[in-house]
């Protein structure tokens, strides 16, 4: 397996760090993390194409991905969550690397504006409430010790599902004058 890491300081930057799958190399996982805890970004294999890992929880980094893989904006990037499997070797992560991979989010909906910014280096901005409002709603995720937050202007859209959504009613959000209904998403009970 291989890694490839795209670097902060240049665009053009990478680095190709080869990884055993049979032994990985502890130092070489360490390197893996640091980059993307660093806002970079990690190419993997998968049984048919590569894949591109990014921290989901920041910006800069998803940011990053879409100019990577040129991806417009309006579509949606996917993200795989392991949570059953990443608890099972909970004790494995924290005592080889360190860290347990834990994942937060939160969804909403609304208007945004995007913008183009800059003139040697542009960049797409996206600006609005409904921008604010997704950042608080992901920022409750810690408060009310759920990982998945949604609005409940998501939850009236969203198709049935085998999905538990459990309403933790309504909530204030910094810069906000209204209070917004929150309902945390988990998987099915098996």
Excluded: W
């Amino acid at each position: 397996m291989r890694i490839k890491s795209e670097c902060r300081q240049t665009d053009k930057e990478m680095r190709i760090i080869k990884i055993n799958p049979a032994h990985p190399e502890d130092h070489k996982i360490k390197e893996g993390i640091r980059i993307l805890k660093n806002g970079g970004l990690v190419a993997f294999p998968t049984d048919t194409v590569y894949g591109l890992g990014a921290d989901a929880e920041s910006l800069e980094a998803i940011d990053r991905l879409y100019q990577v893989k040129k991806r417009p904006r309006e579509k949606p990037l996917i993200l795989f969550l392991a949570e059953k499997e990443i608890a099972k070797r909970a004790d494995y992560y924290q005592d080889r690397y360190g860290v347990v991979p834990s994942f937060k989010a939160g969804v909403h909906m609304g208007s945004v504006v995007v913008t183009e910014v800059g003139r040697a280096k542009s960049e797409i901005v996206f600006h609005g409430d409904a921008v604010n409002a997704t950042a608080r709603v992901t920022g409750l995720c810690s408060t009310l010790e759920r990982d998945f937050l949604i609005s409940d202007l998501i939850a009236g859209r969203l198709p049935e599902c085998d999905f538990v959504l459990e309403p933790l009613g309504k909530h204030e959000l910094k810069g906000k004058s209204e209070t917004l209904g929150i309902i945390a998403v988990s998987a099915p009970v098996e």
